[in-house]
């Protein structure tokens, strides 16, 4: 009885683990006391492990004592990943669908709304971001987790059966990619950031770090591209997959070519996100419709919901599925925590954002001048480790933007003191011509709270958060706050 339990045990740590093993038998030897028992494994390691923590398993209960099975099955997969990692890289070959993200700006949110894309359409999804591990919508893990080891959580959970992974452009540099190929992979944009870090100096060395996303797709999956973005566009010429082009220029001349030669297409026209594949034109939603594009004025949003778009047909979706997941996703704190979050106060509004280099300053300029407001209101910082040059961009780019810049610092200064940062943005905004206000508030709750205290009727107010989840949970505080 005993070696059978314990045949019975081998097997079921490792069906507990994600191995679908079945076969089990135990018998008696010639010999007295002496038992055989022999089970299927998948791969040799994890097997041989299964029966050495089986044996004691059976153990423990027999006399007990308790188990820790939570350990061992941990072990078990993480056995079973690296049975399946290549040698040299490391990465392994996904047994689930694999979409990676990878670009500039409007990775974080493009991943998201995919990945609820991919709930709507019945998945168990995973997916990683630049503020944690989700798995089903539920936070496993926070932190910045675009990098090798997240996304290996992510393909060895076997709960998951649809993975989402943001991949930035740290954790290429650092580890490489946790896949061999994906199935999807998207390139939003790739701008001016990072650069003079780690070895890469101009935005054509990032494009080549960007483009080993699509690069690994496999010969029949979709390389998307932002067809409105030529560092990306040229991407076309480096992949072996096929590939799907996107634009907020229905007259795209790259995109128009790729349509008549029978390719796959995304492309805003008359309001709408219409989808082109050869011949088919199917029209998605209204724009104005899809609650991340705030009425239409956030066009950057709507390039991503049009990543997103052929990132879902590519993967199979039916159209009413993705109608439906994009018009029920939103840019809230619950969804999209630090992208595009409004808090609405009786007279003024306040909106948190990630927009931390020109690039994602300059899209996110559109939103804002497309919105009435009596005053403007920006709190931005910068990372100390970017180059003078795009610390003094931003500085400028924020005083063409708001009628009050209020500079605040980042926890992490990266190689520069708060002072000299401060005294680069203030150069880029003198530079800029501009008669806006300038206030220097360390902090940023308290530069919030300034900010909250002192608005205006009609204004409406933007902050650059590094602590999102704070100064999510301030303005929620401030919004049921009694008024005095």
Do not use: W
């Not at 153990?59 to 690296?82: A, C, M």
């Not at 082109?276 to 899809?290: F, L, N, Q, R, S």
């Not at 109608?323 to 306040?350: V, W």
């Amino acid at each position: 009885k005993r070696i059978g339990a314990f045949t019975r045990a081998s097997l079921e740590l490792q069906i507990a683990a994600g191995m679908p093993v079945r076969y089990g038998k135990c018998y008696p030897a010639q010999e007295e006391n002496v038992c055989f028992s022999v089970f299927e494994y998948q791969d040799e390691y994890a097997g041989e492990y299964a029966g050495e923590e089986a044996f004691y398993m059976v153990q423990d209960l027999i006399n007990g004592v308790p188990y820790d099975i939570v350990h061992t099955i941990s072990r078990l997969r993480k056995l079973q990943y690296e049975g399946l990692q290549d040698p040299i890289t490391g990465a392994t070959e996904p047994e689930k669908p694999v979409i990676a993200v990878t670009g500039t700006n409007g990775k974080t949110t493009t991943t998201r709304l995919i990945a609820h894309l991919a709930r709507t359409a019945g998945y168990e999804v995973g997916n990683t971001s630049s503020d944690g591990i989700y798995i089903n919508g539920q936070l496993i893990e926070e932190g910045d987790t675009t990098g090798f080891l997240s996304a290996e959580t992510i393909l060895l959970d076997p709960s998951v059966n649809f993975a989402v992974l943001e991949v930035a452009r740290g954790g290429i540099l650092k580890s490489g990619l946790a896949f061999l190929h994906c199935d999807i992979g998207i390139v939003t944009n790739v701008a001016a950031d990072h650069l003079g870090l780690k070895d890469i100096h101009s935005i054509e060395e990032m494009a080549e770090v960007k483009s080993v996303v699509v690069q690994a797709v496999r010969e029949n999956g979709y390389s998307i591209l932002n067809a409105d973005d030529e560092l990306v566009l040229q991407m076309r010429h480096l992949v072996n997959s096929k590939i799907a082009l996107y634009s907020l220029d229905p007259e795209n001349p790259a995109v128009l070519d790729h349509i008549a030669g029978g390719g796959v297409a995304a492309v805003l026209q008359h309001g709408c996100l219409v989808l082109y594949h050869g011949h088919e034109t199917v029209v998605v939603a209204k724009a104005d419709a899809i609650p991340l594009s705030m009425g239409g004025r956030a066009r950057f949003n709507i390039a991503n919901a049009l990543a997103a778009t052929l990132a879902a047909y590519a993967a199979g979706f039916d159209i009413e599925t993705v109608r439906k997941g994009l018009c029920s996703f939103a840019p809230s704190a619950e969804q999209t925590p630090g992208r595009m979050n409004i808090f609405r106060f009786p007279d003024f509004e306040i909106m948190i954002d990630y927009a931390h280099n020109t690039h994602g300053l300059k899209a996110l300029g559109g939103f804002l001048e497309a919105t009435e407001a009596t005053r403007k209101v920006g709190i931005i910082a910068v990372m100390g480790d970017r180059r003078e040059e795009d610390i003094t961009s931003l500085g400028a780019t924020a005083a063409q933007l708001f009628d009050l810049v209020i500079i605040r610092e980042n926890e992490d200064f990266r190689d520069r003191h708060f002072s000299e940062i401060r005294a680069l943005l203030e150069q880029g905004i003198q530079a800029s011509g501009s008669s806006c206000e300038v206030l220097v508030i360390p902090n940023e709750m308290a530069a919030i709270a300034y900010a909250v205290e002192t608005a205006v009727p009609g204004s409406f107010i933007t902050v650059i958060s590094e602590n999102i989840p704070e100064a999510i949970a301030l303005l929620q505080r401030l919004q049921t706050a009694p008024v005095i």
